[in-house]
């Protein structure tokens, strides 16, 4: 008989040579749970992203995302409408556009103010998006609809991340007595009925909308402060907060150069769901009278206005509810691809090819385990 080379026995009371084929379980590429099921590793994932920053990563895994990358452009297509057809008005000065009216302008009703869009063959026309009965271009109105919901909703995102970060960033890396503070602050902020108290600031104020989103950044965070606490909370015990602690850094260096860059996740992807959030509200906050006021217009007030006209003149009312459908679906769908890219769990990141290769091992390893 042969003598089988079997190289080095295993230590006492190891595992190795337990695994499927007689392999370091530590080394196969399954393994099996309590419930008896494979559980695969991430080499494939792993290999994928071997050599990138994080930033390239979640980049990377956000390109690949179809539905949110139509989105994003989808939404700087609006946005460069809006702004390049009727010019930016702000704070008095009138920057022009490629539009012949301003959302202002009272120009002769034409065929009884209905649309004059042609699809089949394209054609704009006088008034694309109708008059109303005043004679006001429906185009021009929604576009300045456009401008003004998007501002509120970027100043208020803004404003809202910023405090909610802070806030949660404070009470979860302080603790104790700062904790207790904020997080009751939060619990107050909360309980409040933001459509009521942002209705009544709104009328109390009757100034630019830029005063109502700041107004409404001061009342929608909330929600993000308690995440990034709950992702402060768990990063101030890790290694390299207490590296940085020992090296001399300061508390304020800790969390806003170490810390919070590894929530920014949470952050982002919060964000981009309050943006989508606060056009619905600014639009119920217009629809009620208690947001922007005339002679400026926003979309919410644009179908305040023109209700009345659902029936006989629908393209009052039909235009600016498209605009906000589409503003309130593309930010979703961005944010949706913004999580799924700094999920670490996600595998929309992948190559098709590094796919393929995935789905054969999870075979393989199937295979491997029932035999």
Same mark, same amino acid.
């Given at each position: ?150 501002? #509120? +909703?970027?100043?208020?995102? &803004?404003?809202?991340? =910023?405090?909610? !970060? $802070?806030? %949660? ?21 909360? #309980? +409040?009925?933001?459509?009521? &108290?942002?209705?009544? =600031?709104?009328? !109390? $104020?009757? %100034? ?34 207490? !590296? ?128």
């Amino acid at each position: 008989m042969s003598n089988i080379n079997i190289g080095p026995l295993p230590p006492a009371g190891s595992d190795a040579g337990m695994g499927p084929g007689g392999e370091d379980p530590r080394n196969s590429q399954s393994r099996i749970d309590k419930s008896g099921s494979p559980v695969q590793n991430t080499s494939i994932e792993l290999k994928e992203v071997e050599g990138l920053s994080l930033g390239r990563v979640v980049y990377r895994r956000f390109l690949r995302h179809r539905a949110a990358m139509i989105s994003l452009a989808l939404l700087f297509l609006v946005v460069v409408l809006s702004l390049s057809s009727i010019g930016l008005h702000i704070f008095g000065v009138n920057t022009g556009g490629w539009w012949r009216w301003n959302f202002d302008a009272v120009p002769p009703v034409i065929n009884g103010g209905a649309p004059t869009l042609s699809i089949f063959p394209l054609n704009w026309g006088e008034h694309p998006f109708g008059q109303d009965s005043v004679g006001h271009d429906m185009f021009a109105a929604v576009m300045r609809g456009i401008q003004q919901s998007l501002m #509120i +909703v970027f100043v208020t995102g &803004l404003v809202s991340t =910023v405090i909610g !970060a $802070v806030v %949660g960033a404070v009470a979860g890396y302080f603790g104790g007595l700062a904790d207790s503070l904020l997080m009751r602050l939060t619990d107050m902020v909360i #309980i +409040v009925p933001l459509l009521l &108290l942002a209705a009544i =600031v709104g009328r !109390a $104020v009757n %100034g630019p909308s830029v005063i109502l989103a700041l107004v409404l950044g001061l009342l929608v965070w909330p929600t993000l402060a308690r995440l990034v606490r709950g992702e402060v909370l768990a990063l101030r015990e890790r290694e390299f907060v207490d !590296a940085a602690r020992v090296a001399g850094a300061s508390s304020g260096r800790i969390m806003f150069r170490h810390i919070l860059p590894n929530t920014v996740g949470v952050i982002v992807v919060s964000a981009t769901l309050t943006m989508s959030a606060t056009i619905l509200l600014e639009t119920a906050i217009s629809y009620l009278g208690f947001g922007v006021h005339a002679p400026d217009t926003s979309l919410g007030l644009l179908i305040s206005q023109y209700q009345t006209a659902f029936t006989t003149r629908p393209w009052l009312f039909w235009w600016p509810g498209i605009f906000i459908v589409i503003i309130a679906l593309t930010i979703n769908f961005v944010g949706d691809g913004l999580r799924d890219a700094f999920d670490p769990r996600q595998r929309r990141g992948l190559k098709r090819s590094a796919r393929l290769d995935k789905k054969k091992a999870d075979l393989a390893a199937a295979a491997q385990v029932k035999s």
